[in-house]
């Protein structure tokens, strides 16, 4: 007989894979619902995920701060309408100190294997600790596998080189020339943060962005005092702040016709007309729609980008050499200090781990063209293991903190099945799988990803892979599992 809670369900036995946003939540909802039995694998030394390791200069969120919140931990002390990856970083570490998180987690391991014997999870540790659950919850993210791009002469570089995500803090710019290659929120942040400090600044860019401007205001005392004495106050703020960004970004996006996508536009082409240099302008100018690639939300980049000591060159990079970027046409770049922001490698979810289902179903080979999951949480053959923010979810167009509160109340709604006894293992069926993939690969076509750019958004095959629908149809899927979609098995 399975151990049972004082209220008589079982007492299931949970592991949790990341201890990110979305990790931290899931163990404060599993508390709230009165399991204990929880470990958090985190695989590096501290909490807080993409904000743990994103930590180069001028890393900031582009979702608003109040919305970039746990509902029920507002934060009265935002600094800014956008807050600095710093900010968000020690507000997660403040929310897991309250909510004591920390006890369950195990720092320095990584899960490398997850095979399922027909009862339970028997997982593996990248250091050979091994562990079983009755339910697994991936908060793995997206954010962790850096992409490196394939620059010829890379390693012959004479200076420092880095990712963005992996940041040499000990390194002072001061005086050094700096080359910074990609022209997405990372490179677009860095610019405007070091400009004053370095000698020289070189920005290559591959394919120009569109910059949505950012008004960026700093929260007054009075504010943040007001905040502090009536929660409530922030709560209205964020259910406030939830609506606009959902009717007047979320939506839009899924509607490449929509009038608040072409008000988007607008701002974006108004933006770029502070570029007073008409040769720089056009460079700067993309040849897509705004919002085909995710948009860069920013203020300041073109203020940077026009310093004296800043240029941008358009020109591919030929190969990296002793003392630099050498471009196709044939120009010596000469730089001391080779920043990377190019992005991550964000099909791999729980790749690389090793997953196999009670029937031999492997997540590898059901994934060998590409990843797919119903609602973007659960696979086919690999019962009670549940993703936060997975393959095809709405990473582009909501708040990932919103998307994980429902994702997780939804996974543990069947959880709750679980626990009651109702069935022992929940899986989504392949035809409801298929069948939510079909219709979600028709609808991509209509959002403004699909207008004709190369981006991260889209598949091997040029679809979006993102939630193609609005951010009202979002919360109703997520609002109550639908069980006829489900392989239960008691």
């Known amino acids: 007989m399975p151990d049972l809670l004082s209220d008589g369900r079982r007492d299931l036995r949970f592991v949790v894979i990341g201890a990110g946003v979305s990790g931290i939540l899931a163990v404060i909802r599993l508390r709230e619902r009165g399991f204990q039995n929880v470990t958090v694998y ?16 001028g890393v900031a969120c582009d979702v608003p701060s109040v919305l970039y919140s746990y509902s029920f931990a507002p934060n009265p002390e935002w600094s800014r309408r956008f807050s600095s990856g710093a900010e968000i970083q020690a507000y997660l570490e403040k929310v897991a100190t309250d909510f004591d998180v920390e006890q369950s987690i195990v720092y320095d391991e990584e899960v490398i294997q997850a095979i399922h014997d027909g009862h339970r999870w028997h997982l593996r540790t990248d250091s050979g600790r091994d562990d079983e659950a009755d339910v697994i919850l991936a908060a793995t993210g997206i954010f962790h596998h850096l992409f ?34 990609g022209t997405g929120s990372s490179a677009v942040q860095t610019v405007g943060a070091i400009v004053d400090e370095v000698d020289a600044l070189v920005l290559f860019q591959r394919t120009a962005q569109w910059v949505l401007p950012q008004n960026n205001n700093v929260y007054t005392d009075e504010e943040k005092a007001a905040f502090r004495s009536d929660p409530a106050i922030q709560i209205r ?10 009717e007047g970004f979320a939506n839009a996006v899924v509607d490449a016709e929509s009038p608040a996508l072409a008000k988007i536009a607008q701002m974006c082409h108004e933006n770029l007309l502070t570029v ?11 040849d897509h729609r705004a919002a085909c690639k995710r948009l860069v939300v920013a203020e300041g980049f073109y203020d940077a980008i026009q310093r004296p000591n800043a240029s941008l060159v358009s020109e591919g990079i030929a190969r990296i050499e002793t003392g630099g970027v050498r471009t196709v046409d044939g120009v010596l770049h000469e730089i001391d200090v080779l920043v990377l922001a190019t992005g991550f490698q964000v099909d791999q979810f729980l790749r690389p781990m090793e997953v196999v289902g009670p029937t031999g179903v492997k997540l590898s080979e059901a994934w060998a063209e590409r990843p797919i999951a119903y609602l973007s949480m659960a696979v086919p053959g690999l019962p009670n293991l549940f993703m936060v923010n997975g393959p095809n979810g709405p990473v582009g167009n ?14 543990l709604q069947l959880v709750d099945y679980i626990a009651a006894g109702d069935f022992r293992l929940v899986a989504p069926s392949v035809e409801a799988t298929e069948s939510h993939e079909e219709a979600r690969i028709q609808a991509a076509g209509k959002t403004v990803w699909a207008t004709g750019c190369k981006s991260w958004y ?28 489900y392989v239960l098995t008691n």
């Open 148 to 181: 490196m791009p394939a620059l010829d002469g890379l390693g012959d570089f004479s200076g420092d080189v880095f990712h963005t995500a992996s940041w040499n803090e000990s390194l002072s710019l001061d005086g050094r020339r700096v080359g910074i290659v």
């Open 276 to 286: 007073t240099d008409p040769d720089l302008r056009a460079r700067l100018t993309p």
């Open 237 to 246: 703020l964020h259910d406030e702040v939830s609506e606009l960004f959902a």
């Open 398 to 411: 909501f708040s990932l903190i919103e998307v994980a509160e429902l994702q997780v109340e939804y996974s």
């Open 458 to 485: 889209l598949d091997d095959r040029g679809v979006p892979m993102a939630w193609p629908w609005s951010f009202r149809e979002f919360q109703r899927r997520m609002s109550t599992p639908d069980l006829d979609s």
């Open 42 to 57: 985190e695989k590096a030394s501290r909490l807080g995920g993409t904000w743990h390791d994103n930590r180069y200069p």
